[in-house]
Protein backbone atom coordinates (compact mmCIF):
# COMPACT_ATOMS: atom_id res chain seq x y z
CA UNK A 1 0.00 0.00 0.00
CA UNK A 2 3.09 2.08 0.79
CA UNK A 3 4.63 1.93 -2.53
CA UNK A 4 1.35 2.43 -4.49
CA UNK A 5 0.48 5.98 -2.39
CA UNK A 6 4.17 7.03 -3.15
CA UNK A 7 4.48 6.01 -6.90
CA UNK A 8 0.49 6.85 -7.83
CA UNK A 9 -0.16 10.54 -8.44
CA UNK A 10 1.92 13.04 -8.35
CA UNK A 11 1.22 16.44 -6.78
CA UNK A 12 3.10 20.19 -7.08
CA UNK A 13 3.72 21.79 -4.01
CA UNK A 14 0.92 24.55 -4.78
CA UNK A 15 -1.68 21.02 -5.26
CA UNK A 16 -0.40 19.98 -1.53
CA UNK A 17 -0.72 23.32 0.16
CA UNK A 18 -4.06 24.00 -1.36
CA UNK A 19 -5.62 21.08 0.08
CA UNK A 20 -4.37 22.04 3.75
CA UNK A 21 -4.95 25.70 4.03
CA UNK A 22 -1.47 26.51 3.81
CA UNK A 23 1.02 27.75 1.77
CA UNK A 24 3.86 26.64 -0.70
CA UNK A 25 6.25 27.60 1.40
CA UNK A 26 4.85 26.72 4.28
CA UNK A 27 5.18 22.94 2.34
CA UNK A 28 8.97 23.59 1.60
CA UNK A 29 9.58 24.57 5.24
CA UNK A 30 7.91 21.32 6.16
CA UNK A 31 9.88 19.24 3.74
CA UNK A 32 13.10 20.94 5.18
CA UNK A 33 12.69 20.30 9.30
CA UNK A 34 11.43 16.57 8.32
CA UNK A 35 7.96 16.64 8.49
CA UNK A 36 7.09 15.39 5.23
CA UNK A 37 9.52 13.11 3.56
CA UNK A 38 11.79 14.20 1.13
CA UNK A 39 10.00 14.82 -2.06
CA UNK A 40 11.06 13.31 -5.45
CA UNK A 41 12.62 16.47 -7.81
CA UNK A 42 11.66 16.51 -11.64
CA UNK A 43 14.65 16.86 -14.05
CA UNK A 44 14.05 21.04 -13.67
CA UNK A 45 14.80 20.46 -10.34
CA UNK A 46 11.36 20.99 -9.37
CA UNK A 47 9.56 19.36 -6.10
CA UNK A 48 6.93 16.55 -6.89
CA UNK A 49 4.75 14.84 -4.00
CA UNK A 50 2.24 11.91 -3.42
CA UNK A 51 -0.75 11.69 -1.37
CA UNK A 52 2.09 9.63 0.99
CA UNK A 53 3.62 13.39 1.73
CA UNK A 54 -0.40 14.44 2.21
CA UNK A 55 -1.25 11.51 4.69
CA UNK A 56 2.33 12.96 6.47
CA UNK A 57 0.64 16.65 6.60
CA UNK A 58 -2.87 15.40 7.72
CA UNK A 59 -0.86 13.36 10.25
CA UNK A 60 1.36 16.81 11.79
CA UNK A 61 -1.64 19.13 11.05
CA UNK A 62 -3.30 16.36 13.82
CA UNK A 63 -1.00 15.76 16.11
CA UNK A 64 -0.14 19.49 16.78
CA UNK A 65 -3.56 20.35 18.72
CA UNK A 66 -2.54 17.63 21.51
CA UNK A 67 1.28 18.06 21.21
CA UNK A 68 1.97 21.19 20.49
CA UNK A 69 4.01 22.16 17.38
CA UNK A 70 7.66 21.37 18.72
CA UNK A 71 6.90 18.12 19.59
CA UNK A 72 4.60 17.30 16.38
CA UNK A 73 7.57 18.04 14.24
CA UNK A 74 10.06 15.69 16.20
CA UNK A 75 7.27 13.20 16.19
CA UNK A 76 7.39 13.76 12.65
CA UNK A 77 10.93 13.84 12.18
CA UNK A 78 11.35 10.68 14.09
CA UNK A 79 9.18 8.78 11.73
CA UNK A 80 10.44 9.96 8.18
CA UNK A 81 14.04 9.27 9.91
CA UNK A 82 13.00 5.57 10.64
CA UNK A 83 12.92 6.32 14.29
CA UNK A 84 9.61 4.92 15.26
CA UNK A 85 10.50 3.69 19.04
CA UNK A 86 11.52 7.28 19.64
CA UNK A 87 8.75 8.56 17.85
CA UNK A 88 6.36 6.74 20.57
CA UNK A 89 8.27 8.14 23.49
CA UNK A 90 7.62 11.95 22.47
CA UNK A 91 3.98 10.79 22.39
CA UNK A 92 4.60 9.20 25.74
CA UNK A 93 6.26 11.99 26.78
CA UNK A 94 2.67 14.50 26.11
CA UNK A 95 0.60 11.89 28.07
CA UNK A 96 2.75 11.93 30.85
CA UNK A 97 2.10 15.58 30.97
CA UNK A 98 -0.83 15.69 30.61
CA UNK A 99 -1.56 13.11 33.48
CA UNK A 100 0.65 15.44 35.53
CA UNK A 101 -1.51 17.89 35.11
CA UNK A 102 -4.00 16.17 35.95
CA UNK A 103 -2.40 15.72 39.29
CA UNK A 104 -2.02 19.38 39.98
CA UNK A 105 -5.66 20.09 38.86
CA UNK A 106 -6.94 17.82 41.20
CA UNK A 107 -5.02 18.68 43.98
CA UNK A 108 -5.48 22.45 43.45
CA UNK A 109 -9.10 21.57 43.60
CA UNK A 110 -8.75 19.07 46.59
CA UNK A 111 -6.51 21.97 48.57
CA UNK A 112 -9.57 24.56 47.97
CA UNK A 113 -12.02 21.93 49.00
CA UNK A 114 -10.30 21.71 52.41
CA UNK A 115 -9.20 25.42 52.41
CA UNK A 116 -11.93 25.87 55.06
CA UNK A 117 -13.55 22.87 56.80
CA UNK A 118 -17.56 22.44 57.02
CA UNK A 119 -18.87 24.69 59.44
CA UNK A 120 -15.45 26.80 60.41
CA UNK A 121 -16.26 30.47 59.38
CA UNK A 122 -12.78 31.77 58.44
CA UNK A 123 -11.71 34.53 60.53
CA UNK A 124 -12.26 38.22 58.75
CA UNK A 125 -9.67 40.11 60.78
CA UNK A 126 -5.83 40.70 60.88
CA UNK A 127 -3.74 37.74 62.74
CA UNK A 128 -0.17 37.58 63.33
CA UNK A 129 2.63 35.15 62.68
CA UNK A 130 2.05 32.93 66.44
CA UNK A 131 -1.81 32.18 66.03
CA UNK A 132 -1.81 31.63 62.34
CA UNK A 133 0.79 29.27 62.68
CA UNK A 134 -0.86 27.90 65.53
CA UNK A 135 -4.45 27.95 63.70
CA UNK A 136 -2.17 25.93 60.91
CA UNK A 137 -0.50 23.28 62.88
CA UNK A 138 3.00 24.22 62.04
CA UNK A 139 6.12 26.49 63.26
CA UNK A 140 5.91 30.40 62.94
CA UNK A 141 9.63 29.33 60.85
CA UNK A 142 7.62 27.37 58.98
CA UNK A 143 5.26 30.56 57.76
CA UNK A 144 9.06 32.86 57.21
CA UNK A 145 10.31 30.03 54.90
CA UNK A 146 7.07 30.43 52.70
CA UNK A 147 7.59 34.11 53.20
CA UNK A 148 10.81 34.28 51.77
CA UNK A 149 9.55 31.83 48.99
CA UNK A 150 7.45 34.70 47.87
CA UNK A 151 3.57 32.47 49.02
CA UNK A 152 2.89 34.63 51.61
CA UNK A 153 3.19 38.08 51.59
CA UNK A 154 2.28 39.45 55.24
CA UNK A 155 2.86 43.47 56.01
CA UNK A 156 4.81 44.70 58.65
CA UNK A 157 3.28 46.78 61.14
CA UNK A 158 4.82 50.21 61.03
CA UNK A 159 5.31 51.06 64.90
CA UNK A 160 6.28 47.11 65.77
CA UNK A 161 7.73 45.70 62.81
CA UNK A 162 5.40 42.75 63.48
CA UNK A 163 3.82 40.62 60.51
CA UNK A 164 0.63 41.09 60.17
CA UNK A 165 -1.48 38.54 58.46
CA UNK A 166 -4.41 39.91 56.17
CA UNK A 167 -7.49 38.25 54.95
CA UNK A 168 -5.77 37.63 51.25
CA UNK A 169 -2.06 35.95 53.18
CA UNK A 170 -4.04 34.00 55.26
CA UNK A 171 -5.42 32.38 52.13
CA UNK A 172 -2.83 32.02 50.69
CA UNK A 173 -1.25 30.38 53.64
CA UNK A 174 -3.90 27.84 54.46
CA UNK A 175 -3.58 27.14 50.05
CA UNK A 176 0.29 26.28 50.73
CA UNK A 177 -0.59 24.41 53.74
CA UNK A 178 -2.85 22.22 51.91
CA UNK A 179 -0.52 21.80 48.67
CA UNK A 180 2.13 20.87 50.59
CA UNK A 181 0.26 18.24 52.85
CA UNK A 182 -0.32 17.00 49.42
CA UNK A 183 3.54 16.82 48.29
CA UNK A 184 4.05 19.76 46.56
CA UNK A 185 7.24 21.66 46.22
CA UNK A 186 7.41 25.23 47.24
CA UNK A 187 8.38 25.76 43.25
CA UNK A 188 5.46 24.31 42.05
CA UNK A 189 3.36 26.04 44.71
CA UNK A 190 4.20 29.30 43.47
CA UNK A 191 2.46 29.33 40.30
CA UNK A 192 -0.94 28.38 41.14
CA UNK A 193 -0.97 30.88 44.21
CA UNK A 194 -0.12 33.67 41.27
CA UNK A 195 -3.57 32.34 39.80
CA UNK A 196 -5.50 32.77 43.21
CA UNK A 197 -4.22 36.29 43.23
CA UNK A 198 -4.62 37.26 39.80
CA UNK A 199 -8.29 35.82 39.50
CA UNK A 200 -8.82 37.87 42.67
CA UNK A 201 -9.46 35.32 45.21
CA UNK A 202 -10.77 31.79 45.24
CA UNK A 203 -14.54 32.31 44.04
CA UNK A 204 -12.76 33.38 40.48
CA UNK A 205 -10.42 30.63 40.76
CA UNK A 206 -12.91 28.05 41.08
CA UNK A 207 -13.88 29.34 37.24
CA UNK A 208 -10.32 29.49 35.93
CA UNK A 209 -10.21 25.42 36.94
CA UNK A 210 -13.55 24.18 35.60
CA UNK A 211 -12.08 26.25 32.22
CA UNK A 212 -8.29 24.51 33.11
CA UNK A 213 -10.02 21.34 33.20
CA UNK A 214 -11.86 21.46 29.96
CA UNK A 215 -8.62 22.69 28.49
CA UNK A 216 -7.00 19.03 29.81
CA UNK A 217 -10.23 17.41 28.26
CA UNK A 218 -9.68 19.19 24.65
CA UNK A 219 -5.94 18.24 24.87
CA UNK A 220 -6.61 14.50 25.91
CA UNK A 221 -9.47 14.20 22.84
CA UNK A 222 -6.67 16.29 20.54
CA UNK A 223 -3.92 13.42 21.60
CA UNK A 224 -6.71 10.78 20.53
CA UNK A 225 -7.23 12.19 17.18
CA UNK A 226 -3.42 12.90 17.28
CA UNK A 227 -2.61 8.82 17.42
CA UNK A 228 -5.48 8.25 14.83
CA UNK A 229 -3.73 10.33 12.08
CA UNK A 230 -0.34 9.15 12.93
CA UNK A 231 -1.11 5.66 12.75
CA UNK A 232 -3.37 6.55 9.00
CA UNK A 233 0.30 7.62 8.09
CA UNK A 234 1.98 4.69 9.42
CA UNK A 235 -0.22 2.20 7.40
CA UNK A 236 -0.27 4.59 4.67
CA UNK A 237 3.69 3.24 4.55
CA UNK A 238 5.07 6.38 6.55
Known sequence: MGRNLKSSERLRPVDL???????????????EVGILPAADRTPHGYRTYTPLHARAL??????VPGHGHQAATAIMRAVNEGAVDEAFRLIDES?????????TLGAVENA????????EVPASGDTFIGPLAEQLGIRPATLRAWERAGLVQP???PLTGYRVYDAAAVRDARL???L???GYLLE???????????????EPLETALRTWRDRLSSRGRSLLTGAAGLEAYLRAGG
Request: net charge positive; no cysteine; glycine share 10%.
Open 17 to 31: ARGHGLSTQAIRNYE
Open 176 to 178: THQ
Open 155 to 157: RRD
Open 95 to 103: HAQLLDDRR
Open 188 to 202: QIAPLLTQVRSAGGL
Open 112 to 119: LRDLVPAG
Open 180 to 182: RRG
Open 58 to 63: DAFLAL
